[in-house]
């Protein structure tokens, strides 16, 4: 009777910890978001950069052993006018064809809820690279029609332009502002072992 309870003891412990490890998630291009919004002379403007790329590797037990490692294509900046974006990319305002990545690598996870903390870790953009720390969300987790596994998150940040070396949105009375709100929609496929 001791040897069978054992053997049960094990293979339930083997699963928890098998449960427990992290789970990596490719994010997935094609539903992935970073939209953002600034000032444009007395109201607002925004956009999204629709090129995601990269990968979320998150432990569901315990957030704090969770990372992210992603990069956006400046390139795929949107703001719904064709001819307002190329304006966007050139070297007035993003230098898109010179710096043509932004890169997010984190470096820590505090859970502050059940599926919730702060997510901090280094962006580079423009060649200049700061820290940044960001309160995100986890949506869920289930199966996609494809039969493939999902997982969703949502963060949201701000940044001032000027950090990163833009001087567009510091000039007096200037049509566009130095404040960027930022609001991240992640959708993530889980990848197999």
């Known amino acids: 009777m001791i040897k069978p309870s054992l053997s049960l003891l094990a293979l339930l412990f083997a699963f928890n910890v098998a449960h427990a490890e992290p789970e990596t998630y490719k994010i997935d291009n094609a539903h ?4 953002w919004s600034l000032r444009h002379v007395v109201s607002k403007t925004s956009g999204t950069f629709s090129d995601i790329t990269g990968s979320i590797s998150i432990d569901r037990s315990n957030l704090a ?5 992603a990069k956006i294509n400046v390139l795929s900046v949107n703001s719904a006018h ?3 974006d190329e304006h966007i990319k050139k070297e007035d305002y993003l230098n898109a064809y010179t710096f043509g990545e932004m890169t997010f690598v984190s470096s820590k996870v505090v859970e502050t809820a059940p599926g919730e903390g702060l997510l901090t870790g280094t962006l580079t953009l423009h060649g200049v690279s700061r820290e940044l720390t960001m309160p995100f969300k ?3 987790f289930g199966a996609d029609p494809f039969g493939g596994y999902r997982s969703g998150f949502e963060a949201k940040t701000a940044l001032k332009a000027s950090d990163f070396g833009f001087k567009w949105g510091t000039k007096p009375n200037g049509p566009v502002g130095d404040d960027i709100e930022i609001s991240l929609l992640i959708e993530g496929i889980r990848t197999k072992p």
């Open 32 to 35: 992935s978001f970073a939209n």
């Open 65 to 69: 052993n969770s990372s992210v490692n």
């Open 82 to 84: 064709p001819k307002r």
């Open 138 to 140: 986890v949506l869920g």
